[in-house]
């Protein structure tokens, strides 16, 4: 288990790092988790990163120490990913702590459930080794919104500081303290595509709270993982559309903390859509006052300017799902109604990649110093 | 063209049919315009319907008197009705009058475009037969909300008088009326949903408008009609989901008339589904005063006693769209947050049944003075 | 346990039922394991069957006497069955012998795993039930073609000697055994497609057998069953076509049994089709000499006479899987080589309805007396 | 128009710049035709090829010199490419053949209907622009197999010479040929699926070609174009499966050919899958002898060594559609019945990329005497 003292050693050692300019070298990169759909994605795009150059990722299973302990292809776990890319190994090992000391591992993705992320994350950090994170176990800092993962800390101390310093992984929001964190909290799919969406206009101080913000959200099926279920089921999904976790979706939390709101001034619903990956979030709200397309314009492109990876639609045109599938996109349109007031906003995103994988490696080249969009367009 | 004397005769006696008990024989019952989805789904509800032994619908084409005036079949157009049902005929004819009066037809579905059922509707009146119209032409009462339609009469003042005689076809809100109709404007698909959905909340008087009442709809690709069109291409509606008409959508105006509504108080929103049919609208409120889960549901059951065609879910369970395609059904459900005060309603249907053909022959058995339910279970 | 006697009691019982014409009221019947997707076809077929007014439908879990012994509903297992069809009930009970004799049940639909049904349908027939098998238990008469299946008998003279009087349920074929038989085994759903498909020309003596007969079927997911793997994830299945058990498919043995053909001399390769429901099978044979389409027109035309459930596209046109999908029918096409001599075969069904569920209602049918198509049109 | 002067001289450049090894700059290209799918890939593909760093590929429409004249954008046209790639432009401007040789266009990609590429490769030769063809204009050498494309050629001297040493643009089979071609005919994407399973069984001259090969195909509908059709309809490709085509498409002429068979040896039917993308193709044969599936293996494996586009799995692995799809691979597999006679090979591809706009690069890449596969994996 990972102590104070050496977790506050690590944390000089990344703030160092953060003053130098773009790495000569590519980072001495790991994930854990490779099997789920984000951690494919992960694979997928470290396999064809342009920084990443002769330094092959490793890429580990779920399990720590394995009775087993026989290596595997991400081939034999994603078939379609045999052949990709130009680094020479696709071998996934089981998960050993000295094989990333070994290896001098610098930055290990975490795509493993929330649990155990939050177990394995402080030993990675006082080991030296930055952590991005893709689960939902470091994204809050509200310990009442975190109560939804029901998280139980070996050490509550350490955690509680670990926590304190996590950084919410969203390089359009927090780029800053991405670049020197060692605790990248990823975010979630649906938060990141309701965050882009709200957080110029919320920031802007234009919109009109009291009658709240309505969140309506659609995703594909990959955003309820890889384990089949009844609701994972072919014939459940397919030409299907079905409402869920009213009023008490975990990603709500994100929203609150992120944008700086509470419980009743913004509702979130998501919806099971028959598609493999994409979220389209459709999003309502009344401005305080009347204002014109080409303000709320503005003041998006104002805020994403130097945001390689967010892509405004001039309006009328709305972003759609097929627009940024299988891209590290996120899409935003919008519509305001005659009157000014009232605004709905549209915002697209692929689940796994600008919600998940990409939105990690994003963030990986952020704490690289590299450009943002590295390996992403 | 019909005259404004010959409508007042016509009047009389459907009114005097009404007085009636169940009918002793099936009407005499013809289609025009059979090619399109509605016109399907309605010649297979015609050609299973109990009430209808022994009397073959008539099918018709959209075009009046063709030059070849060759007839055609049903399973030619719809392959998929060959050899269904128990009825003698599949024969579409080309549109003739002639060939109605001949028939002795009593009541006619128009499943046309509503420039052309503006035009015919009041002709098939003038000879004595009802209608029931699958079109936006005869919706809309308010004249500002129908221009959306770009509407041209013939004859103004016959047009008006109909207009104002034409009954809304939502048998759940106008059975009274419906029973004598001699025009009856079958309702959109999409206003069927959301209508059911909120009539009762608005009616009782404990929906708070002020802060406005959201619909997010979703339809399939159905809904946009047998035309290929860019949009209604496989590759631009797989695998994608997109909002459309935001602030514009012509089923509007029938939201504002049937739920006495101001454009500022509701706001609907539709996205077009990538699969072939089902529509689910997510409709979210505010209420005046905070209120049970079980006064809702109370409220719901009260109001839709005596419909067999509205099924309402017990919360918290929501009606998805897999349990309405291919029904005649509308599902109702709903969420209340644990303020008591915000509700998000879910009304789900399929668009070309009870938001169309089987909405058409509900509104038929009304008129017959069958079961409303007939042949539609 | 059912023994030797009581069974050839009930069989002469059944042999007398026979020779009666129609049947002037409807049989007493149930449904054990409704559970399924074909069960709950079943369910939804025998609600809104017209021959079984007055007669509720018997509705049975899987399980034998369930610890709870409670009962449920059709429409919490499947709720887009809510309220359909006229019948009264809609009650799943737990299974239980004593309930079946009770309610003087005359026909029993087993819509179990193969090895419950192996299990059980001795014991129906012992205690006087015809029984109708929804799978594979029952159809195959060479041992060496059950082997596959790994049946185990309690009481294997029994079996032997119920096996020997079980009628392979195509009513096409058999129609006549059909009539009387105490044991039907409904057949496979490709089997069905093939069957139909082949059975016309194989039997006429037309085909080429020393190039083997090449069956490439396709078939949507819910033939593959309702429990979640990571085959019928949405995940693997959508966007995707896979081949699977080349060589090795387990309705291989109904082929050669009754198309009287041995195993080099047709192959069956199925695939797995990203959809709900439905049958391809393209079939590829030679003629022995070379034919003309109408001849091979008639061929069909002459065997299918009669046959109100089997549809004959004429040539050239083929049917596909859409035309079929909620439909009893079989659909069949072809398209012969200018040679004359190269025949491609197309047919069609929904795996759930002719596939299984309504080629089981057929079935009943036949043994009522009553006309084939009842309820199926 | 070209004259064969002209020709003659450019083909001597080409020939020289055969000897040369990899060029130390990016070539020039253009592609004429990026509206369609295969189009949008291409641009897809080239926005992101690391050969084409500061060689900015030029984007032109379909048509010869519009009335407007005006430039639009990738993104216009395919919004999902927007800020794609790390190339300065995204211009798409109308075709002038000025415009190329203002900009030394060296390689020429044409993503035309067959008329129009017939009409202007040779225009393009002409002016020393080598040619890389999407259309099916230039693959066939045989009139006869040509006809089924009703080809007018304005110069038809021209057109056969080049005819003559167009080379089909299958690197698999023809690489050294298409090092130094100006004509490269790209394969149709169902002819590549068949040929890369057959051409190692057939060349090696094992396979029994008395009782014919067959080759059931199954394509997703971007295989059927851009243009809206009532096959292209979502409402008719989704949930179905339809064979079409039988004994007669168009891309039968590419197996013969290159294959080297007669028309009564190989037996091909498409079916249109309801999926965005990818192909899947079954093929039976029969073998001379009877073989181990290691042998087998072994053939294709030798085969194929140095192909870094085709990737075998080990039997009985067989590929999928969704191991290929958004790749530039075709994956082959396996089944070899018990008799070790029967064989069923499975082949799966992406019609847009290896079937189309990726062979096509890969072509590029081969003319350019780089690595076959770069930008590719």
Redesign the interface.
């Known amino acids: 288990m990972a102590n104070l003292d050496t977790i506050e050693k690590t944390k000089e050692m990344s703030t160092t790092a953060k003053a130098g300019s773009a790495p000569s070298r590519a980072p001495r990169v790991a994930v854990a988790g490779v099997s789920g ?1 984000a951690g494919g994605e992960l694979a997928r795009l470290l396999l ?1 990163h ?1 920084g990443m150059d002769g330094s092959a990722p490793i890429f580990l299973g779920r399990a720590r120490e394995t009775a087993a302990d026989t290596a595997t292809t991400i081939e034999s776990i994603h ?2 990913l ?5 680094k020479a190994t696709h071998l996934v090992e089981p998960f050993h702590w000295d094989r990333l000391s070994e290896a001098g591992t610098e930055i290990l993705f975490l795509a493993l459930p929330h649990e155990q992320s939050r177990e394995w994350a402080p030993e990675a950090i006082e080991r030296g080794i930055r952590v991005v994170d893709l689960s939902g176990a470091w994204r809050l800092q509200d310990e009442s919104n975190r109560a939804v993962y029901k998280l139980h800390d070996a050490n509550p101390a350490l955690a509680a500081k670990l926590q304190d310093e996590a950084v919410y992984g969203c390089p359009e929001l927090h780029r800053d303290e991405i670049r020197t964190a060692r605790l990248v909290a990823n975010p979630g799919c649906y938060s990141t595509s309701v965050i882009l969406a709200l957080r110029p206009l919320v920031r802007a101080g234009i919109v009109d709270l ?3 913000i ?1 969140c ?1 959200a ?1 995703s594909g ?2 955003g309820a993982g ?1 384990a ?3 609701k ?13 976790s ?2 008490g979706h975990r990603h709500t939390g994100e929203l609150l903390e992120q944008l700086c709101l509470t419980a ?1 001034q913004i ?1 979130f ?1 998501p ?1 099971l ?4 990956r ?1 979220i ?1 979030s ?1 999003i ?1 709200l ?1 401005l305080k006052h009347a204002m014109k397309p080409a303000e709320i314009e503005h003041l998006f492109r104002e805020f994403y300017q130097g945001s ?1 990876l967010v ?1 405004l639609h001039a309006t ?1 045109q ?10 590290n ?1 996120c899409d935003l349109g919008f ?1 305001l ?3 000014g007031k ?1 605004l ?1 906003v ?1 915002s697209c995103l692929d689940n796994l990649l600008k919600g998940a994988a990409g939105q990690a490696v994003q963030n990986m080249n952020v704490m690289c110093g590299w450009k943002e969009e590295e390996g992403l ?1």
């Open positions: 759909y064809r342009p078939p379609q045999a052949m990709i890319g130009t009291d009658c709240g309505i309506d659609k099926v990959s890889k089949p279920t009844s994972t089921h072919f014939m459940y999904a397919a030409d299907n559309l079905s409402a869920y009213v009023f009743d509702q619903t919806h859509l028959p598609i493999p994409g389209l459709t309502y009344r390689p892509r009328p709305l972003p759609q799902i097929q627009h940024v599938v299988r891209t996109f519509a109604a005659e009157d009232r709905v549209v367009l």
